[in-house]
């Protein structure tokens, strides 16, 4: 998609990218609304090349931790700043999880458990209606949805407001809603 006059965006393809680009933009951010889900893990040894399967029976990856993006910077935010997580928890003890997940990680609110809201996914870019929990809405809804919850935030005080989508079919909608509110 272009690029729409008047809207930054930061292009991430690890989650190490991640941390750093949110660590970033949060420091003049009053409030952080983190619905991205990086991966928990990375590899330990990354392959400079591709890793070819000619001449093996298997492959034996080592992984190792990612940083917590979003606990980390609810550790290192300054007074003032808040931090909303969500917590993906669903069947008995999701509720307990997410209440759990709030505490350990100091947040100041989390939506548990998350529903997937968004313009309807595709299954060529990761998503499609297929999926077990997905709430396809459609771009004006989701464009209003948003620009509610930023009015929300605006009136109780939040002045910069850091939204992260890890969605590529909400993009548009989501540029659209930040530009209406400069």
């Not at 669903?90 to 999880?97: F, N, Y």
């Given at each position: ?5 008047g809207?930054?965006?930061i ?14 933009e ?45 606990a ?28 759990e ?10 939506v548990?458990p998350?529903?997937t809201?968004?313009?309807k ?10 999926f ?19 009015r929300e ?5 939040a002045?910069?407001?850091a ?11 989501l540029?659209l ?6």
């Amino acid at each position: 998609l272009p690029r729409p006059a008047g809207v930054r965006t930061i292009d991430v393809g690890t989650s190490a990218e991640l941390e750093a680009v949110v660590r970033s933009e949060f420091a003049g951010a009053d409030v952080l609304a983190m619905s991205a889900a990086p991966a928990d893990f990375r590899p330990a040894e990354p392959a400079a090349d591709k890793i070819s399967k000619a001449g093996r029976d298997g492959l034996v990856v080592e992984l190792e931790p990612t940083t917590d993006i979003l606990a980390a910077v609810a550790a290192d935010r300054r007074p003032g700043q808040t931090v909303v997580g969500f917590a993906a928890e669903h069947g008995a003890g999701g509720v307990e999880r997410g209440r759990e997940k709030l505490l350990r990680k100091r947040l100041d609110a989390v939506v548990a458990p998350a529903l997937t809201y968004g313009y309807k996914s595709q299954p060529r870019t990761g998503g499609g209606n297929h999926f077990c929990g997905t709430t396809s809405l459609d771009g004006g809804t989701l464009t209003a949805t948003v620009r509610d919850l930023v009015r929300e935030l605006a009136r109780h005080g939040a002045r910069r407001i850091a939204v992260i989508d890890g969605h590529y079919e909400n993009q548009m909608f989501l540029k659209l809603t930040g530009r209406e509110r400069r």
